[in-house]
């Protein structure tokens, strides 16, 4: 049985939940999206597009730089987890994920392993 205090709570919960939905119409999505702000930091930054789609960074290219698919599977990794765990990339990137980061950073020989 729901006391008369968790009620106010629900229609206070779903008071506020309307204020921050707007409905839109052709939303597949229940016709509803969110239309709070975004703070500052969490704002998307520019990133260059990427048109070439996986043919960039070309695998030839990279075995110019390291000498084996599997040294440059290796690497690549490595640096993809770092780049995903700090959002930190040392180049300009065309790529969005942190596997074409990484290689982006290899192309432009800024990353280096010794083995």
């Known amino acids: 049985m729901i006391k ?3 009620l106010e709570k629900l229609k206070e919960m779903k008071d506020e939940m309307q204020q921050s939905y707007r409905p839109v119409s052709g939303n597949r999505f229940g016709d509803y999206h969110f239309s709070g702000d975004l703070d500052e930091a ?3 930054k520019k ?3 990427n048109t070439e789609g996986l043919r960039y960074p070309s695998i030839d290219n990279l075995l110019n730089v390291v000498d084996s698919k599997y040294k440059l599977a290796y690497i690549a990794a490595k640096r993809a987890k770092m780049i995903k765990k700090d959002d930190y990339s040392s180049v300009e990137n065309k790529c969005q994920k942190p596997v074409g980061k990484a290689l982006e950073e290899i192309l432009a020989k800024k990353v280096t392993a010794k083995f």
């Open 42 to 44: 969490k704002k998307a």
């Open 47 to 49: 990133v260059k597009k």
């Open 4 to 6: 008369e205090k968790d």
